[in-house]
Every structure is written in structure tokens, then in C-alpha cells.
């Protein structure tokens, strides 16, 4: 059974600092997580991690500081573990301090979470590093698919394989991502389905490099921004092919108007050091892009500011937000993309779900799609900007009633344009391709 170790009293502001998760096993690394439930930031310099062992030692890295309601998850596997027995403590620079402790009788299943955050008790929850915890899950009860229950295939026999994942419609074309470093381009086959376009280089999809032109992007989720395809695909990536043992959570953005058949990314935004750690397989499994205007209409509020989102403030980017989705954790993370090269993490939201494998945003409901694959049964969560400004859970979905509980990982939304009494198609990626069939549709009211 876990235990409140309590601290020993000392002034404000360090008093405010308090160990909020820890994740002592599964998908992510030995992580414990701080929470600043005071009003005023805290500089973190120097300040020590420990277990319950005196020699252990985590040094918190100079210029490290927490505002007022933020949350910061440290990797401590290097500097020691966590064991099903364990405690996490936290010390002032000088390592005598004791500032809060948190000791467990048992391994993380999956998460110790306090609830509520900061001031609450330890007890098992969803992993949400680096994020409000998950508390009582949202009191939303799974219901019905919102749409018709049949679903068809629709694609031909055995065209693209395995490995299928992220999708994203554009009108009369639909672009998809394949883990092996592909990036497709289809089109129509006049039956309600899709094919490869066979012009421009596209018949086999085209082979995707890091910047400079090596590597193999393990390519899993694809957007775009309101420039559409000429503003360029973004592909999200969670490790190199050629050095599969490694994360490297990556967005990349290519130019896809040329007609070779292969595609080097123009710029890469490397995110790895800023998200706990998981495994290199477990990394960013979807995108997508929401428009600046459709976060400050909504009262967005930005994660790294605490206040209302500026767009202003990141100087020049593609317009919008980039959601990314990470399989490992079930965590949603919204950043600025910068043209400089430069990002900022504007949100962290968790899905309340084991992984996540895709993220679509529908503009024409103002919501986020959120989905997992056959880990979770097929289930589909819908997030909008609550009154708070922050994205916030307002349905979960079961899969549809024809569907199979498949390895779908990618998961597209037609736009308003295709709604045919009150109806609108949606399509899916099963990655392990299914009795020969990677693309199936189905239908969700408009």
C-alpha cells in the first residue's frame, strides 16, 4: 500500500514543490515528477533526487525552474532505480533539506499519482508525466460509435502490407505514412476507397531521409497545415530505422511537388529531450495540426506561460499547433513549431488511454480526435478547449460494431463537403494488414 511520507516544515517557496507521479516500471523509464502548487516560480538548480538509498543521487541541471501550476517529469534511471519497494525523495541543493517524499510498497501499475495534483493522496492512475494527473477518469462512460455500425474495406488486396499507419484526408487525395520510411499518396479507386496515385513518382510511395538525405524515418503519422499539400506533409517519427534501438521523437517536414521517389525532410524538430523517456518503440504514434484561430477562438491557454495562447509571442511558424501522440504513455503534447527550427510545448494533455496511435482534429466540430489501436479495444476519444482553456475529454467511443478489434493506427475524418444525409465517411489503417486489407471505412454522423 503507498505512503505519504510527510515532510518537514520549512518557508515557501520551496515548501510549494512536491513530488506529484512516479513511474517506477512498464513503457517509460524510472521517472518522478514535480508539481508547483504555490503562485510564484521556483528555481530548481541543483535540487537532488534520491531513492531510499543515501548514496543515490539525481542532480536537478542548473536553470531548471518550475511556474506557478506547471509540471516537470525527471528521468532518473541513469542515476538510480526504482524498485517495487522504493521511496522518492527531493532535496535542496545542499542535500540535507528534506522538501517531500513518497514511498510505495509496490511497483507503478501503471502510475502513482497524486490526486489532486500537489495536495492530494498517492494511488494508482493512467501515466501522465509532465501533466495533470488523471484522476477518476473524467467521468465519461463509453458509448456507442457515432455513426453506422458497418464498416468495408477500401483498398485492394494486398497493396501496401504491412506497417500502414497514419492517415490524413485532402479532399480527393489521401496521404498516408508507413513505418518503413514511406510516405503515400492516394487517390481515388471510384468505389469508395483508395489506390496510389500513379503520376509524380507516387506508385510505391515514396522513401523517406532525415535532413541531409540518411537515415529511415519510422514514419507514423502524417498532417498537414491550412496551406495544405504545398505548404508540405509533416510526418511524425519515433526513431531511426537504421538505429532502431534509439528514440528520436521527430517532426519532419517535406516537400512532396516533386516527382522523384524518395523525399528528404527540409527541416527536423527533434523533441526527444524534451519528453520522458520510452522505449524506441513507443514513441509519437500520431499528428495534427489545429489553426492559431481555432485555439485563441476557444480560449486556449498556453501550458509554458500559464496565460492565454499567443501566437504572436513564437514569431514566425506554419499558423497553428502541432498534437503529437505518444504510444508509450497515452499522453498528448501540443507544440509551436517554429521556421527557425526552434519549438515550444504549449500543452500536455493526457488521453486517459494505454497509447495513443493517432490524432485528427475535425475543425468542422471544433474537436480532437483521439485513438488507440486494438491495446485499448479500438477505442476513440473526442477532446475540446473546455472553460478553463485546456483540452478536456468530452467522449469516448467504443469501435464500431462491424469493426474487428484490429491494430488500426491511423484514422482520417472526411470534411464537411462529403456529408450525405447526415453522414460523412471516416477511413482507417490497420497496420498488420489484416486478411490482405490495410484500408477499411466507416461513417460518423456529420
Known amino acids: 500500500m503507498a505512503t505519504v511520507l510527510a515532510p518537514p516544515a520549512h ?4 515548501d510549494d514543490i512536491r513530488i506529484n507521479e512516479v513511474v517506477t516500471t512498464g513503457s517509460v523509464n524510472d521517472s518522478i ?69 513518497f514511498g510505495w ?20 492512475a493512467p501515466v501522465t508525466l509532465g501533466a495533470a494527473n488523471s484522476c477518476g477518469g473524467g467521468g465519461v462512460s463509453p458509448q456507442a460509435w457515432p455513426g453506422g455500425g458497418s464498416v468495408a474495406t477500401a483498398d485492394a488486396t494486398n497493396v501496401f502490407g504491412d506497417d500502414l499507419s497514419g492517415l490524413y484526408q485532402e479532399g480527393g487525395v489521401m496521404w498516408g505514412a508507413q513505418n518503413s520510411g514511406r510516405l503515400w499518396r492516394l487517390v481515388r479507386d471510384g468505389s469508395g476507397g483508395w489506390k496510389p496515385d500513379t503520376t509524380g513518382g507516387w506508385t510505391s510511395g515514396k522513401a523517406l531521409h532525415f535532413p541531409g538525405g540518411s537515415g529511415t524515418p519510422d514514419s507514423e503519422g502524417v498532417t498537414l497545415t491550412g496551406a495544405g499539400s504545398a505548404g508540405g506533409a509533416y510526418v511524425a517519427s ?71 495562447y499567443d501566437p504572436s509571442r513564437y514569431g514566425s511558424h506554419t499558423g497553428g499547433v502541432f498534437f503529437v501522440g505518444v504510444e508509450g504513455t497515452g499522453m498528448v503534447y501540443g507544440y509551436v513549431l517554429q521556421d527557425s527550427g526552434a519549438y515550444t510545448r504549449v500543452a500536455s494533455v493526457s488521453s486517459g488511454m494505454d497509447g495513443v496511435m493517432e490524432l485528427q482534429w475535425e475543425p468542422q466540430a471544433s474537436r480532437l480526435w483521439v485513438v488507440c489501436d486494438d491495446t485499448c479495444h479500438g477505442q476513440h476519444r473526442t477532446l475540446r478547449v473546455n472553460s478553463s482553456g485546456v483540452f478536456a475529454m468530452t467522449a469516448v467511443y467504443n469501435r464500431p460494431s462491424g469493426m474487428p478489434d484490429l491494430n488500426n493506427e491511423g484514422f482520417s475524418v472526411s470534411g464537411s463537403d462529403e456529408c450525405v444525409s447526415g453522414s460523412k465517411p471516416v477511413y482507417w489503417a490497420d497496420d498488420s494488414n489484416d486478411s490482405g486489407h490495410a484500408l477499411r471505412r466507416g461513417t460518423i454522423t456529420c
Do not use: Q
Open 33 to 101: 515528477e514535480l508539481y508547483n502548487k504555490g503562485t510564484a516560480a521556483v528555481d530548481l538548480s541543483g535540487w537532488i533526487l534520491r531513492d531510499d538509498d543515501n548514496g543515490s543521487r539525481y542532480t536537478i541541471a542548473s536553470g531548471t525552474s518550475l511556474t506557478p501550476g506547471a509540471f516537470r517529469a525527471f528521468d532518473v534511471h541513469k542515476a538510480f532505480g526504482l524498485g517495487s519497494d522504493d521511496e522518492a525523495r527531493l532535496y535542496l541543493p545542499d542535500g540535507t533539506t528534506l522538501v517531500d517524499s
Open 11 to 14: 518557508a515557501a517557496p520551496a
Open 238 to 308: 519515433e526513431r531511426n530505422g537504421d538505429a532502431s534501438g534509439t528514440s528520436r521523437l521527430s517532426v519532419l517536414s517535406y516537400t512532396v511537388s516533386g516527382t522523384g521517389t524518395s523525399l528528404t525532410a527540409a527541416k527536423e524538430w527533434n523533441l526527444t529531450s524534451d519528453l520522458p523517456s520510452v522505449g524506441s518503440n513507443l514513441g509519437l504514434e500520431g499528428i495534427t495540426w489545429v489553426p492559431d484561430s481555432s485555439l485563441t477562438g476557444a480560449g486556449f491557454k498556453d501550458a509554458s506561460t500559464g496565460a492565454a
Open 105 to 124: 510498497s509496490s511497483h507503478s501499475d501503471p502510475s502513482w499519482s497524486r490526486c489532486p495534483d500537489g495536495t492530494g493522496a498517492f494511488g494508482a
